[in-house]
């Protein structure tokens, strides 16, 4: 009978053990989460294709600019304005988008038309851009995948 009773126990605490890990991994996987940002930024230039000018010529950024983070078929996730500087930026919280339908499903969409920022750029169509991954970087417990523009091309309006 001890033996049954002995080799019960020696059961039941393989069982609790094996199970341990798997909590411990699943909310290890929340948490770390909770501690994760992913970050669209850039800056806009007042050119044709929204980028800076050929061999880092200078080129006056784009102040002001309304921009959109747009998935699918046009869903708009995410909006921003540039500053002065032609800065912007987006957060978005991992729990909620895949990093791969980013990089794959979404573009950022400058609607702003250009002849705002130069009235001799057109003052139709969009600027139009994917994205692309630019790496990791921490600032205390945060983990930030940094996200940028991979480049704007005009589309004319239609």
């Given amino acids: 009978m ?4 002995l080799v019960l126990v ?4 393989a069982v609790g053990a094996a199970c341990i890990p798997v909590g411990e991994a699943q ?3 929340i948490i770390g989460s909770i501690f994760n940002l992913i970050r669209i930024g850039g800056n806009l230039f007042c050119t044709l294709n929204g980028n800076m000018g050929v061999n880092g010529t200078a080129t006056p950024v784009f102040p002001n600019a309304g921009m959109q983070l747009q998935c699918g078929a046009g869903n708009v996730i995410s909006s921003a304005t ?3 500087a032609g800065e912007f930026s987006m957060l978005l919280d991992p729990l909620q988008f895949l990093l791969s339908s980013l990089l794959t499903d979404c ?3 400058v609607n702003t038309p250009l002849s705002t920022c130069n009235s001799g750029l057109p003052t139709t169509g969009i ?3 994917p994205l692309k991954l630019l790496g990791n970087s921490l600032q205390g417990l945060l983990n930030i995948t940094n996200l940028i523009p991979s480049g704007f091309t005009f589309l004319p309006s239609l």
């Fill in 127 to 129: 600027l139009l851009s």
């Fill in 82 to 84: 540039t500053n002065s």
């Fill in 27 to 29: 909310l290890g996987h």
């Fill in 107 to 109: 573009n950022l969409v």
């Fill in 2 to 5: 001890a033996l049954k009773s």
């Fill in 10 to 13: 020696c059961i039941l605490a």
